[in-house]
């Protein structure tokens, strides 16, 4: 989770991650962001986040994001 | 699982195959697009169908008349007839050897609808005028026309060029406008 | 049947009467006899297109569903004889057969889409090799393009995929599906809705509402305004200065620029308000394609907010699925080893925008223009990606953000660099276009934006009157929509100010609107696709 | 009770508001259509012969080989013969047909003179020339009908049952005479006459130009065998006439066909072109060089005309009807008036 964090910070400095949680509705991420995330967080936890699971409800907060990756462990 | 978004490439390759496939025709099709626009751009010169050719200047349906009179000198007669209620006027050029039909149109006053030889005086850049036989037409134009009620049709563009035959000898000329007439 | 019509608005009048009157498990079945009904009227030849997409996709679903099925079963039968690694086995299995029939009916209708759409495209450009080696160039074929194909076959992918990745259920009912296909307000020129935004509104029984109907025949009137009023008159002009570009260069172009990008929203946007208006006078939501695109500050802003629909497609289908492909993501890993972290980052992205943008480009039409036009945007994007940081920089330094002025320099900017890429649309050729554009500042002409020369391109000062105010009014209606419906505010009013606004409206559209004989009755630009 | 209230308030506001629309397109359909009368008169006397009483014993239906070609005051003077033109400009034959099945339904002529000039057009040819001729006539099925065979690939059908949807973007041009004129028009023609007074005369008329095929076409027999029924269904005598004119060119090979046609139909044709016997000059008596008559020419004609019907077809002398002289007795009154102020007008000019 830290190194998630760390890595989002990176990403946009300026938002607040802990408690944000309109990441895509408001625009924040875009498809760009997204795909930086989804290469980084393949790197850190071998992790493959395919294109089924790209939907707002994933990516709109870093808690959705990360329980989406600790989802996809378990199923790996 | 991950792979299977491979499929998803497919989207990609049908877009590329065009690409690749048709790459090497890149720069010839630009080309030939390019000349062609430049010339079908100028106004006036829709010269896409067959033209007439009188005292070198040639004369073509779906333009105006004025800059054709300017340079053949004026007719030997003209006449007038005006449409009914003031819907333009149509004239008829009458020189030795053939006519030339005016009517309005959506952006020139005079346009020319038709161009019709009646005697031998005068003949098309191809050589034919009256008195020319079937062959002579067929010769001269080839054979990619229609043929109904002893007229022969040969269509390009927006035009028409027809040999009306009498006895298998041409006994008219028209060139015609497709919006004109 | 054009939705400017008389024909559509009778045809509208007589599927809202049944709809209405019929009970409300039958009404979907109205919907759907109405849309092959206005799908006939373009000619019965191109229904077994839609018919075969609609069947092909529908059974590949269906299939894909049932495979799924048995593997449940089969799985639970056999739930204590198999071992981890057997269930492992027969699920990848399965998943391959799922894979089999979603390419299968995905590859049928790409390729139907292709043969019909990009044959003639093809064909020329093998003649060019051809006519370069000499040889007799092949002849043409005379492909009927079936109306809205573009948009339908995306619809039907876009339902085939999600029933694939298992984000949706397949239909069952497979007219229930046609109607999904061919619903026929989004038929002729989007939106490209999505299965789950449709289902609800689509099959649920809806009771006549006075308010839904009137709002819905508001948006259809509002579509009119902009598509008859101001579009089907800026085209006049248009079409002069684009059709002679001898006479029509220089500063004409920039003329042309704003005239393209203004009468390309007012036709494309208006004609989506009047496919949204209509999907709301039958209670059916459709998703909304435009968010004030002009609006917008960059080229990527502008691409989330101008046929939203569409990027959206590209986005989900095209850009992710490559993006996060395995190898994609081993290649951005490579990259990231040996290209330094900053350009090995963007490898990937690169790469999965390049094909989205050569996509988009492809199905906008069958032409070079096309493809230049969608990768110069692709450029465009790139190039201000990596100039972020640069921007970035000069934000800090300057306290430039919120500055008033300094937003309408960005929304300036962003129209004007769409609008130069948007004039690929407009000339026969990429060179003309480029010629045409490079030729602006060298034109010499400035003089004829103010010496009356524009009054010479069939546009009379009445006509620039009604643009004038047209475009006046299209941009106060945005303004205000940024705090909400504009609909719901005139709603608010009382009923007189609500008659006089829309009784107003319409009198505008039927008397300045660019209709009938005078006019050249201009198809929507967003038909051929 | 509340639902009841909430629903008359409803079905008030839509009333009233229906109503106000509806006057409002009305008034602006009045403004916006154009007025025949005072701009393109060869559209304004179809609509005038439903104000004439239907008492005619000659019926005339053409173009303006008709309308301005003969008089009828001087058939009435001369002959008795109570005549109106039904003429619009550019009359196609399928038109000439519906008029003469609307004229059927408001009274049975002794006799009914066609021009066939028309027989040589099997389409449409113009928009404008189609408004001329339709927008003048009463609603009917017989105007529906000729609506539908009339209509160009440009023009629909509402367009000529709201004439607004037509006329829409004339508020740019609109004259006082459109406010004017707004429900009432003014009387351009007398008896459907269209005079003309100026005198061109007829010069360097072309030879015309050789035709493929000379058959007039199935569509026009088709609607010529439905007038030669409809006439013979209520008792009119038919009579195919081909107006004199120089220009434009009536084929020897036409003449034969409605020669035929019409000793086939044991119908009467009267061809005038080249009638030595009419007495007609081209030099004096056209105003156009040879397409049309001026009013010289038309009272020439319409003499011999006059003298034909009497011997040809035995029409009957109403001049004995007291009703009818007064009424023509006012009528010869603006005749002359009229001339009078067109010659001086051509003088002015």
Same mark, same amino acid.
């Given at each position: 989770?830290?190194?998630?964090?760390?890595?989002?910070?990176?990403?946009?400095?300026?938002?607040?991650?802990?408690?944000?949680?309109?990441?895509?509705?408001?625009?924040?991420?875009?498809?760009?962001?997204?795909?930086?995330?989804?290469?980084?967080?393949?790197?850190?936890?071998?992790?493959?986040?395919?294109?089924?699971?790209?939907?707002?409800?994933?990516?709109?907060?870093?808690?959705?994001?990360?329980?989406?990756?600790?989802?996809?462990?378990?199923?790996? | 699982?991950?792979?299977?978004?491979?499929?998803?490439?497919?989207?990609?390759?049908?877009?590329?195959?065009?690409?690749?496939?048709?790459?090497?025709?890149?720069?010839?099709?630009?080309?030939?697009?390019?000349?062609?626009?430049?010339?079908?751009?100028?106004?006036?010169?829709?010269?896409?169908?067959?033209?007439?050719?009188?005292?070198?200047?040639?004369?073509?349906?779906?333009?105006?008349?004025?800059?054709?009179?300017?340079?053949?000198?004026?007719?030997?007669?003209?006449?007038?007839?005006?449409?009914?209620?003031?819907?333009?006027?149509?004239?008829?050029?009458?020189?030795?050897?053939?006519?030339?039909?005016?009517?309005?149109?959506?952006?020139?006053?005079?346009?020319?609808?038709?161009?019709?030889?009646?005697?031998?005086?005068?003949?098309?850049?191809?050589?034919?005028?009256?008195?020319?036989?079937?062959?002579?037409?067929?010769?001269?134009?080839?054979?990619?026309?229609?043929?109904?009620?002893?007229?022969?049709?040969?269509?390009?563009?927006?035009?028409?060029?027809?040999?009306?035959?009498?006895?298998?000898?041409?006994?008219?000329?028209?060139?015609?406008?497709?919006?004109?007439? | 049947?054009?939705?400017?019509?008389?024909?559509?608005?009778?045809?509208?009048?007589?599927?809202?009467?049944?709809?209405?009157?019929?009970?409300?498990?039958?009404?979907?079945?109205?919907?759907?006899?109405?849309?092959?009904?206005?799908?006939?009227?373009?000619?019965?030849?191109?229904?077994?297109?839609?018919?075969?997409?609609?069947?092909?996709?529908?059974?590949?679903?269906?299939?894909?569903?049932?495979?799924?099925?048995?593997?449940?079963?089969?799985?639970?039968?056999?739930?204590?004889?198999?071992?981890?690694?057997?269930?492992?086995?027969?699920?990848?299995?399965?998943?391959?057969?799922?894979?089999?029939?979603?390419?299968?009916?995905?590859?049928?209708?790409?390729?139907?889409?292709?043969?019909?759409?990009?044959?003639?495209?093809?064909?020329?450009?093998?003649?060019?090799?051809?006519?370069?080696?000499?040889?007799?160039?092949?002849?043409?074929?005379?492909?009927?393009?079936?109306?809205?194909?573009?948009?339908? +076959?995306?619809?039907?992918?876009?339902?085939?995929?999600?029933?694939?990745?298992?984000?949706?259920?397949?239909?069952?009912?497979?007219?229930?599906?046609?109607?999904?296909?061919?619903?026929?307000?989004?038929?002729?020129?989007?939106?490209?809705?999505?299965?789950?935004?449709?289902?609800?509104?689509?099959?649920?029984?809806?009771?006549?509402?006075?308010?839904?109907?009137?709002?819905?025949?508001?948006?259809?009137?509002?579509?009119?305004? &902009? &598509?008859?009023?101001?579009?089907?008159?800026?085209?006049?002009?248009?079409? +002069?200065?684009?059709?002679?570009?001898?006479?029509?260069?220089?500063?004409?172009?920039?003329?042309?620029?704003?005239?393209?990008?203004?009468?390309?929203?007012?036709?494309?946007?208006?004609?989506?308000?009047?496919?949204?208006?209509?999907?709301?006078?039958?209670?059916?939501?459709?998703?909304?394609?435009?968010?004030?695109?002009?609006?917008?500050?960059?080229?990527?802003?502008?691409?989330?907010?101008?046929?939203?629909?569409?990027?959206?497609?590209?986005?989900?289908?095209?850009?992710?699925?490559?993006?996060?492909?395995?190898?994609?993501?081993?290649?951005? &890993?490579?990259?990231?080893?040996?290209?330094?972290?900053?350009?090995?980052?963007?490898?990937?992205?690169?790469?999965?925008?390049?094909?989205?943008?050569?996509?988009?480009?492809?199905?906008?039409?069958?032409?070079?223009?096309?493809?230049?036009?969608?990768?110069?945007?692709?450029?465009?994007?790139?190039?201000?990606?990596?100039?972020?940081?640069?921007?970035?920089?000069?934000?800090?330094?300057?306290?430039?953000?919120?500055?008033?002025?300094? &937003?309408?320099?960005?929304?300036?900017?962003?129209?004007?660099?769409?609008?130069?890429?948007?004039?690929?649309?407009?000339?026969?050729?990429?060179?003309?276009?480029?010629?045409?554009?490079?030729?602006?500042?060298?034109?010499?002409?400035?003089?004829?934006?103010?010496?009356?020369?524009?009054?010479?391109?069939?546009?009379?000062?009445?006509?620039?009157?009604?643009?004038?105010?047209?475009?006046?009014?299209?941009?106060?209606?945005?303004?205000?929509?940024?705090?909400?419906?504009?609909?719901?505010?005139?709603?608010?009013?009382?009923?007189?100010?609500?008659?006089?606004?829309?009784?107003?409206?319409?009198?505008?559209?039927?008397?300045?609107?660019?209709?009938?004989?005078?006019?050249?009755?201009?198809?929507?630009?967003?038909?051929?696709? | 009770?509340?639902?009841?209230?909430?629903?008359?308030?409803?079905?008030?506001?839509?009333?009233?508001?229906?109503?106000?629309?509806?006057?409002?397109?009305?008034?602006?359909?009045?403004?916006?259509?154009?007025?025949?009368?005072?701009?393109?008169?060869?559209?304004?006397?179809?609509?005038?012969?439903?104000?004439?009483?239907?008492?005619?014993?000659?019926?005339?239906?053409?173009?303006?080989?008709?309308?301005?070609?003969?008089?009828?005051?001087?058939?009435?003077?001369?002959?008795?013969?109570?005549?109106?033109?039904?003429?619009?400009?550019?009359?196609?034959?399928?038109?000439?047909?519906?008029?003469?099945?609307?004229?059927?339904?408001?009274?049975?002529?002794?006799?009914?003179?066609?021009?066939?000039?028309?027989?040589?057009?099997?389409?449409?040819?113009?928009?404008?020339?189609?408004?001329?001729?339709?927008?003048?006539?009463?609603?009917?099925?017989?105007?529906?009908?000729?609506?539908?065979?009339?209509?160009?690939?440009?023009?629909?059908?509402?367009?000529?049952?709201?004439?607004?949807?037509?006329?829409?973007?004339?508020?740019?041009?609109?004259?006082?005479?459109?406010?004017?004129?707004?429900?009432?028009?003014?009387?351009?023609?007398?008896?459907?006459?269209?005079?003309?007074?100026?005198?061109?005369?007829?010069?360097?008329?072309?030879?015309?130009?050789?035709?493929?095929?000379?058959?007039?076409?199935?569509?026009?027999?088709?609607?010529?065998?439905?007038?030669?029924?409809?006439?013979?269904?209520?008792?009119?005598?038919?009579?195919?006439?081909?107006?004199?004119?120089?220009?434009?060119?009536?084929?020897?090979?036409?003449?034969?066909?409605?020669?035929?046609?019409?000793?086939?139909?044991?119908?009467?044709?009267?061809?005038?072109?080249?009638?030595?016997?009419?007495?007609?000059?081209?030099?004096?008596?056209?105003?156009?060089?040879?397409?049309?008559?001026?009013?010289?020419?038309?009272?020439?004609?319409?003499?011999?005309?006059?003298?034909?019907?009497?011997?040809?077809?035995?029409?009957?002398?109403?001049?004995?009807?007291?009703?009818?002289?007064?009424?023509?007795?006012?009528?010869?009154?603006?005749?002359?008036?009229?001339?009078?102020?067109?010659?001086?007008?051509?003088?002015?000019?």
């Amino acid at each position: 989770m830290d190194e998630l964090m760390e890595f989002l910070e990176e990403l946009h400095p300026d938002v607040d991650y802990e408690t944000c949680d309109t990441l895509i509705d408001d625009g924040i991420l875009d498809s760009f962001d997204i795909i930086s995330i989804i290469s980084e967080v393949a790197d850190m936890f071998d992790v493959t986040i395919s294109a089924e699971y790209i939907v707002p409800e994933n990516f709109n907060s870093a808690q959705a994001l990360y329980d989406l990756i600790t989802y996809l462990e378990d199923e790996g | 699982m991950k792979k299977k978004l491979v499929s998803l490439m497919l989207v990609i390759m049908v877009c590329m195959f065009s690409l690749v496939a048709c790459g090497g025709g890149d720069d010839k099709g630009n080309d030939g697009n390019n000349d062609g626009g430049g010339a079908s751009n100028t106004p006036g010169d829709s010269t896409s169908g067959y033209t007439f050719e009188y005292k070198g200047t040639s004369i073509s349906v779906n333009t105006a008349i004025e800059p054709v009179v300017e340079k053949i000198g004026d007719p030997t007669s003209k006449f007038e007839a005006p449409s009914c209620a003031g819907q333009g006027t149509d004239f008829i050029y009458t020189y030795s050897g053939f006519e030339i039909d005016t009517s309005p149109a959506e952006n020139i006053t005079n346009a020319i609808a038709a161009i019709i030889i009646v005697s031998d005086e005068v003949e098309t850049p191809e050589g034919i005028t009256i008195g020319s036989t079937k062959e002579d037409v067929e010769a001269a134009y080839g054979t990619d026309y229609t043929e109904s009620n002893g007229m022969m049709t040969y269509t390009k563009g927006d035009m028409k060029l027809n040999f009306l035959l009498k006895n298998n000898v041409v006994d008219s000329v028209q060139y015609m406008s497709n919006a004109l007439n | 049947m054009q939705f400017v019509s008389y024909s559509f608005l009778l045809f509208l009048a007589v599927v809202f009467v049944v709809y209405y009157l019929v009970p409300g498990r039958f009404q979907w079945m109205v919907l759907l006899a109405a849309s092959y009904v206005f799908y006939l009227f373009a000619g019965p030849k191109y229904l077994i297109y839609i018919m075969a997409t609609t069947l092909t996709t529908w059974l590949a679903a269906r299939q894909i569903d049932n495979l799924k099925a048995r593997q449940d079963l089969y799985l639970e039968e056999n739930k204590k004889s198999l071992s981890r690694e057997e269930k492992k086995l027969y699920k990848t299995a399965t998943k391959k057969k799922q894979r089999l029939v979603m390419l299968g009916a995905l590859l049928l209708n790409l390729g139907i889409l292709a043969v019909v759409k990009y044959t003639n495209f093809a064909i020329s450009n093998i003649n060019a090799v051809i006519n370069l080696a000499g040889g007799k160039p092949l002849g043409f074929v005379s492909l009927v393009l079936p109306l809205g194909i573009s948009f339908y +076959t995306f619809r039907a992918l876009s339902y085939l995929i999600d029933v694939y990745r298992k984000t949706i259920p397949a239909e069952k009912n497979v007219f229930k599906f046609a109607l999904f296909v061919s619903f026929f307000p989004q038929l002729i020129q989007g939106p490209i809705s999505r299965f789950t935004q449709l289902e609800s509104g689509l099959f649920s029984p809806h009771r006549l509402s006075w308010k839904r109907v009137s709002f819905g025949l508001q948006r259809i009137l509002w579509g009119y305004m &902009k &598509k008859m009023v101001i579009a089907d008159r800026i085209v006049i002009g248009l079409n +002069t200065m684009t059709g002679d570009t001898a006479t029509y260069a220089g500063a004409y172009v920039l003329v042309e620029v704003f005239f393209y990008a203004i009468q390309l929203y007012a036709d494309f946007s208006g004609g989506l308000d009047m496919a949204i208006g209509a999907g709301q006078i039958f209670g059916v939501t459709l998703p909304e394609n435009f968010e004030r695109p002009f609006f917008s500050k960059s080229i990527k802003e502008y691409w989330n907010r101008w046929h939203i629909t569409m990027g959206a497609w590209f986005t989900d289908y095209i850009f992710y699925p490559i993006s996060v492909c395995k190898p994609m993501l081993n290649l951005s &890993k490579w990259s990231r080893s040996h290209l330094g972290p900053v350009l090995g980052r963007r490898l990937s992205v690169y790469l999965s925008s390049f094909a989205v943008w050569l996509a988009t480009g492809v199905w906008h039409g069958a032409s070079w223009n096309f493809v230049f036009w969608g990768l110069s945007n692709y450029l465009v994007i790139m190039i201000s990606q990596e100039l972020e940081p640069l921007y970035r920089r000069f934000h800090q330094k300057f306290d430039v953000n919120g500055n008033l002025l300094y &937003k309408i320099f960005q929304v300036a900017r962003t129209f004007l660099l769409m609008g130069f890429l948007r004039m690929y649309d407009c000339f026969d050729s990429v060179l003309t276009t480029w010629r045409m554009v490079a030729g602006v500042p060298f034109g010499g002409n400035w003089n004829i934006l103010w010496n009356g020369s524009l009054m010479q391109i069939g546009l009379t000062a009445a006509d620039y009157v009604i643009l004038g105010a047209g475009i006046l009014l299209m941009f106060l209606v945005s303004m205000s929509q940024r705090s909400g419906s504009v609909r719901e505010k005139i709603h608010a009013k009382p009923y007189a100010v609500r008659f006089v606004i829309w009784t107003a409206l319409f009198m505008v559209v039927l008397l300045t609107g660019a209709y009938g004989i005078g006019y050249d009755a201009s198809n929507f630009i967003y038909n051929q696709f | 009770m509340k639902r009841r209230k909430i629903f008359w308030r409803r079905f008030f506001r839509v009333t009233v508001s229906g109503i106000v629309i509806c006057s409002m397109l009305f008034l602006l359909e009045r403004l916006l259509v154009p007025k025949y009368s005072v701009g393109t008169q060869d559209g304004a006397m179809i609509a005038e012969y439903y104000d004439d009483a239907p008492k005619h014993n000659l019926i005339i239906i053409g173009d303006s080989e008709m309308y301005e070609n003969i008089s009828p005051l001087v058939l009435w003077q001369n002959y008795g013969i109570n005549c109106y033109i039904r003429g619009s400009a550019q009359q196609l034959i399928w038109q000439s047909c519906y008029l003469l099945e609307d004229t059927l339904r408001h009274e049975t002529p002794e006799a009914v003179i066609i021009n066939i000039t028309s027989m040589q057009y099997a389409e449409p040819q113009k928009e404008s020339y189609n408004r001329m001729t339709l927008e003048g006539m009463r609603w009917s099925t017989s105007k529906v009908k000729a609506i539908f065979a009339s209509m160009t690939e440009e023009e629909s059908f509402w367009e000529y049952v709201f004439p607004l949807l037509r006329y829409h973007s004339r508020w740019n041009d609109l004259t006082e005479d459109d406010f004017r004129l707004m429900f009432s028009e003014e009387p351009v023609s007398l008896n459907g006459y269209m005079m003309q007074v100026g005198v061109k005369p007829a010069e360097n008329v072309p030879a015309g130009r050789p035709l493929a095929d000379y058959a007039f076409s199935d569509v026009c027999y088709e609607y010529l065998d439905k007038i030669t029924a409809l006439c013979k269904e209520y008792g009119v005598e038919l009579i195919l006439m081909k107006s004199p004119s120089v220009y434009p060119y009536w084929y020897d090979e036409w003449d034969a066909q409605i020669k035929e046609y019409a000793e086939k139909n044991q119908i009467k044709y009267l061809n005038c072109v080249n009638n030595e016997e009419i007495g007609l000059n081209f030099q004096t008596d056209t105003f156009d060089g040879g397409l049309h008559l001026n009013v010289g020419g038309a009272e020439i004609y319409s003499n011999f005309l006059g003298r034909w019907l009497q011997s040809e077809t035995g029409i009957s002398d109403l001049r004995g009807d007291s009703e009818l002289s007064h009424e023509w007795e006012q009528k010869a009154a603006d005749y002359d008036a009229k001339k009078s102020e067109k010659y001086r007008e051509l003088t002015d000019s």
